[in-house]
């Protein structure tokens, strides 16, 4: 489905972790290439798991501020029943930016990798899920453990808002300028 486009997009590379000021720089780098009207943020997961709502806040709080061209909500969330159905509604010649949360080592907990590739949703519980975005921003929310489903659903609602809000914060302070809101 991305292939086409994803000739276009940035050379691709191995994960970066980041922090605010780094996300700031890779959404720059993206709004350098296209026109704001053909990115849409893809945000992954569900409003039923503390760590897994990272995805639907974002997108909440991006429609909030008025961008048109999100999908994934607390009201609507973009989980593993309802990805596939997403992922074809989008028109080919939009450029996807993936944002999921995800697990991993205990010294990146509270930062960001980002990716000039697709995201692959829910790798950390084990499911099989079509990988997404033409640019992915995974936010580390808690540490990889034995048991990842609990993980994700004890991780401290804290740390994901803080996390959401730097997200929020990156997109507005650099897509803003130049996407139109409704």
């Excluded at 994803?6 to 959404?27: D, M, W």
């Amino acid at each position: 489905m991305f292939d086409p486009i994803h000739q276009e997009c940035l050379p691709i590379s191995k994960p970066r972790k980041c922090t605010h000021a780094g996300l700031v720089s890779f959404l720059q780098e993206i709004v350098s290439r296209y026109e704001a009207n053909r990115i849409v943020f893809v945000c992954i997961g569900t409003d039923r798991s503390t760590g897994d709502a990272l995805g639907p806040l974002v997108g909440t709080k991006l429609q909030e501020l008025g961008y048109t061209q999100v999908i994934g909500t607390l009201a609507d969330p973009c989980d593993a029943s309802s990805l596939e159905r997403y992922l074809a509604s989008i028109d080919g010649e939009k450029i996807v930016v993936a944002i999921d949360a995800c697990l991993g080592h205990p010294s990146s907990v509270g930062q960001f990798l980002v990716n000039n590739q697709p995201l692959q949703p829910a790798e950390s519980v084990g499911t099989a899920l079509p990988a997404v975005g033409h640019y992915s921003i995974a936010a580390v929310v808690n540490q990889r453990g034995p048991k990842p489903y609990l993980t994700l659903q004890t991780t401290s609602l804290f740390q994901v808002v803080r996390m959401v809000d730097q997200i929020v914060d990156a997109i507005d302070s650099t897509v803003a300028i130049v996407t139109e809101r409704s």
